[in-house]
């Protein structure tokens, strides 16, 4: 039978506000940190990503912050649209090694 | 367009039967990688091929297999081994192992056992 999966973490949001999405990281020795959104049904796309030797990094309308000291994640999304609806999640790298941590559902209001 | 193809979109699997899931690049990517991907979870790797005619298997790999005897071509068959196969499984290519920046991600099949 199928199995009973855990419930992802959700947020909702106001059209217009901004977004925070949170994720923590296991490894300290990763060194390339991505953010994927990915919509219901669809294969994950990448949105922004940051390396180890970095704290901040903006994009359009996204912003993605790292703080190593407590393997923190964040991804900062401007002025959230209804587009923005959907799964986010991160994924950390190092050597050849990828683990993708399990997501946020992003809801936005109108 | 270059991109990755599943298919098909849904697929439906009887108790005891073997099913095939289609994975096509058209990037020229060495790399390529079957993960599955269950409700709350994080992407789960089943396999991997760092180029043709080599694979190796991920953290989850039993009651899969898979073959790489083309270069765009990655398919994944879920065997009756398989007890729970019900999931989203995505199929991904990079440049090269291990390149997660380069990742694209096909639009996924979602396998449901009948």
Redesign the interface.
């Given at each position: 039978?199928?199995?009973v999966?855990?419930?992802?973490p959700t947020l909702s949001v106001q059209e217009g506000d901004n977004s925070i999405i949170n994720c923590a990281y296991s490894n300290s020795a990763s060194d390339?940190f991505?953010w994927y959104k990915q919509e219901s049904?669809?294969?994950?796309?990448?949105i922004i990503?940051i390396r180890s030797n970095m704290d901040k990094r903006q994009g359009q309308r996204v912003t993605v912050l790292l703080n190593k000291t407590v393997k923190h994640l964040s991804l900062q999304i401007a002025a959230t649209q209804p587009g923005d609806s959907a799964v986010y999640?991160c994924?950390e790298?190092s050597?050849?090694?990828?683990?993708?941590?399990?997501?946020t559902s992003l809801s936005v209001i109108p | 367009d270059g991109g990755?193809t599943?298919s098909p979109?849904y697929l439906f699997r009887k108790e005891g039967q073997n099913v095939t899931l289609s994975c096509e690049q058209n990037l020229n990517h060495d790399a390529m990688y079957w993960?599955r991907q269950?409700?709350?979870?994080?992407?789960r790797?089943i396999y991997y091929s760092q180029i043709v005619n080599d694979f190796q298997k991920g953290d989850i790999a039993e009651g899969y297999s898979v073959s790489r005897e083309k270069k765009e071509s990655f398919p994944l068959t879920v065997t009756s081994a398989q007890k729970?196969p019900?999931a989203f499984y995505?199929c991904?290519s990079s440049i090269s192992?291990?390149r997660?920046?380069g990742?694209t991600?096909?639009?996924?099949t979602?396998l449901t056992?009948v």
């Open positions: 039978g199928e199995s999966g855990l419930h992802l390339y991505i049904g669809k294969g994950p796309q990448f990503d999640f994924a790298t050597y050849d090694k990828v683990i993708f941590g399990p997501g | 990755i599943q979109k993960y269950d409700p709350g979870q994080g992407l790797l729970n019900t995505l991904a192992l291990g997660a920046w990742y991600f096909g639009s996924g979602r056992v």
